[in-house]
Structure formats: structure tokens, C-alpha cells
């Protein structure tokens, strides 16, 4: 990251305005007079949260931005966030993407209360840690009448670029591509992957294309920033699914995907063949984890974060998700798992960065009779660039 004379930073090419909370906040939430503000990060050990004493200590970089970024960051903005209220919470980390929360949380003090005695006391909630948050405030938000952000993974580049945008351009980008992708009878993903051509066909017919935008207007709604995406809950899918796993053997398999769902393994390509068994295991104890839940597509312009958050928003790449949805809009919420552990959203990303041994050759999609290309090789087709 640089710095420019004119004050913009300058990441891997792309420029972006200074990081101003301000703007963020009033943008995204189009605050209200006497908001009320609260913040929350997850901690492997709760403990190290009373005194905020993990401040002092090696890694935890979101749940330090939690403190450092919003909560100081808004303190210090009180007036111009119309900020009547701000509390700052912790809970035990779930260890999951969107897994259900702990039912406490606890305060700086090192009080223990419950958490949805504490969500009623809000009209804004902030989540900043490791783990998404995303489906289990969505349900939480509409239950309790708040509105809310979650911004898992945030690091230094997050807030230098996704972070630093502005969102009414980033929400009226997507809304072009939700338009003109919108009403498409399939897509279908293509990978190379070992030396072979592999591919998954979406069924979308009779489903509307959503945007995830980062504009959170109405009560109940919650934004997953850094937004800029577009996505289907598949009505069905079928064909083959790779996945590249984040071990240190970085293990490849493709899966057989049958009627919305993986059945089996069609091929184990190299890496930990028990990690790719134990994956299996869980989906036939619990065959939800293994539903085809999202079709995403980024639809910003912004530098490799190297978290997910971000990366997934990036104009070029895909994304296909397994597990929950009702955050989404999908059917498939907690309650749905034998197993509240195999009760997550995983989303598996593919980039050149991430999956560079799982090349995904294209995304297209059949529209009015008509097969068009929307990615090719990680860039935007000839269809998309003028919508850009």
C-alpha cells in the first residue's frame, strides 16, 4: 500500500479515497438521529476480553480493528454518526462460518449477559472477528428490529480498498449485473482441474438474481461488506464441483453433485485423502451440509485481500456455496442440521490466487435460448464490461 501526493492509497495498481468511517457508516446505514451503536468480536478465550487485554497480545488482527477502527473510530465521531449510545461485546469464537452464536456474550468489564437480552438495546450492530456472522444476525436482526454489518476477516487492505468505497456506486453496479444476468434458465461453471475439463450446471429458472450491495436502509436488514456481489439460490444443480481445501497440503477433490447436492467423490486429486473422507462423512451424517446453497459473482474492482470477504467480491471471480442459506433467502436454515456444528455457509471461492491449480475456465449462463459468457479465465466477458 502507498500513499499518493493527493491523498488516495494506492494498492496493486488500483486507488482508492482515505478509509473514512464516517462516510462508511452514514452511507451504508443512512444513519438516523440517536443511533445506538454496538459492537461485537469473537475471542478463542473470552477471558482475554476483560481490560481489553488481547489488545496486547500477537495476532487477532479483525477483532483488534473491532476496537481500534470501530469503536474508538465512532467514539470519536459521536456527532456526526448521531451516536447516542456505543457498547462494545464479545463473545466465545464459533469456529465456523454463520454458525448459531453462544448465547452469551460478555462486556469489558468481564459481566456475563445474555445476548439477546443485549440485542434489543440497539438500533445498529457492528460484527467484526474471524468467523461470519452473517445468517445468524440476519434471522436475529429481523427478529429484533435492528439493522446491521458484519465485516469478518477486516484487515489493513480491506479497510485501504472494500472498505473505503462508496457504496451507493458499488450497490447501483450490482444492481446493472443483478438486471442483466437476472431470468437466466442455468449457468454453468467450467474448471480445468488435474488435466481434465469439468463442469457444474445451476438451475435458476423461476428464481430472481439477488445483489449483495452494502446499502442497509430498512430495518431487519444486515450488509456483509465488503459488499459487491450478485447470486442465485439454485433451484437444482448437477455436474461435477472442485474444491481446493485450505490445509497445508492444499488437498483437491472434485464431487459429484446430483439434485442440488454432493453425493460423492468423483476424483481425489492429491493432498490429505482422509481430510476429503471426513468431509463426506459429515454430509452423509448430515446431508445438508453438503446442499448447493449460492452461484456468486463479484462485481467490484479491488485489490486480493487474501480473506474471502473481500475476494469473492472481486469482479472475475465465482463463487459456490454449501450449507445454510435462510440469510440469503434459501430454505435451509440451523434447524435443518442433526449436528448445530455442520450448520455453517461455506462459500468456496475460486481465484487465481486461492485455486490456481483449479482453473475456472468460464461462468455462462442460458438466457432466452441464448448461452452468453459472463467470466472467462477470471475476467469479465464482452456482456459485462459495458455494464461496468
Known amino acids: 500500500m502507498k500513499t499518493l501526493e493527493n491523498g488516495m492509497t494506492e494498492i496493486d ?45 500477537p495476532g487477532h488482527v479483525p477483532q483488534k480493528h473491532a476496537f481500534r477502527t470501530l469503536m474508538q473510530g465512532i467514539e470519536a465521531n ?17 469456529g465456523g ?10 462486556t469489558p468489564e468481564g459481566e456475563e449477559r ?35 454489518a458484519t465485516l469478518h476477516g477486516t484487515n489493513d487492505r480491506i479497510l485501504a480498498s472494500g472498505l473505503a468505497v462508496d457504496y451507493n456506486e458499488v450497490s447501483a453496479r450490482a444492481e446493472r449485473l443483478r438486471t442483466a444476468i437476472s431470468g437466466a434458465e442455468t449457468l454453468t461453471l467450467e474448471w480445468h482441474v488435474n488435466g481434465k475439463d469439468v463442469a457444474l450446471e445451476i438451475g435458476a429458472k423461476d428464481r430472481e438474481m439477488q445483489k449483495s450491495h452494502g446499502l442497509v436502509h430498512e430495518i431487519g436488514d444486515v450488509a456483509n461488506l465488503p459488499a459487491g456481489e450478485v447470486y442465485y439460490i439454485p433451484q437444482d444443480a448437477n455436474g461435477l464441483l472442485p474444491q481446493q481445501f485450505e490445509d497445508e497440503q492444499e488437498t483437491i477433490a472434485i464431487f459429484e453433485v446430483k439434485d442440488r447436492a454432493i453425493v460423492g467423490v468423483n476424483e481425489f486429486v492429491r493432498g490429505d485423502e482422509k481430510l476429503v473422507n471426513d468431509y463426506m462423512q459429515v454430509i452423509q451424517e448430515d446431508p445438508n451440509a453438503g446442499q448447493i446453497t449460492e452461484l456468486g459473482i463479484g462485481t467490484q474492482n479491488l485489490p486480493w485481500a487474501y480473506a474471502d470477504i473481500q475476494d469473492e467480491k472481486i469482479l472475475g471471480t465465482a463463487h459456490v456455496a454449501t450449507g445454510r442459506s ?26 487465481p490466487e486461492k485455486t490456481p491449480d483449479v482453473e475456472l475456465r468460464r461462468v455462462t449462463m442460458n438466457k432466452d435460448g441464448k448461452t452468453t459468457t459472463i467470466v472467462e479465465n477470471y475476467e469479465p466477458s464482452d456482456f459485462i464490461r459495458p455494464l461496468l
Open 13 to 57: 495498481g488500483y486507488t482508492f479515497p482515505p478509509f473514512d468511517l464516517v462516510r462508511l457508516l452514514s452511507t451504508v446505514f443512512e444513519l438516523e438521529d440517536e443511533e445506538t451503536f454496538a459492537v461485537f468480536t469473537d475471542l478463542e478465550d473470552v477471558a482475554e476480553f476483560k481490560e481489553l487485554v488481547y489488545l496486547d497480545k
Open 326 to 351: 435462510d440469510h440469503l433467502g434459501g430454505d435451509i436454515d440451523s434447524s435443518h442440521f442433526k449436528n448445530k456444528r455442520n450448520a455453517s455457509h461455506n462459500d468456496i471461492l475460486f481465484t
Open 97 to 106: 462460518s454463520n454458525l448459531d452464536l453462544p448465547d452469551t456474550v460478555v
Open 78 to 94: 459521536r456527532d456526526a454518526l448521531h451516536c447516542k449510545k456505543l457498547d462494545f461485546f464479545a463473545y466465545k469464537a464459533t
Open 114 to 148: 445474555a445476548l439477546r437480552d443485549v440485542l434489543k438495546d440497539y438500533s445498529i450492530i457492528l460484527y467484526m472477528g474471524s468467523w461470519s456472522a452473517t445468517a445468524p444476525i440476519t434471522k436475529l436482526a429481523k427478529e429484533f428490529g435492528f439493522r446491521g
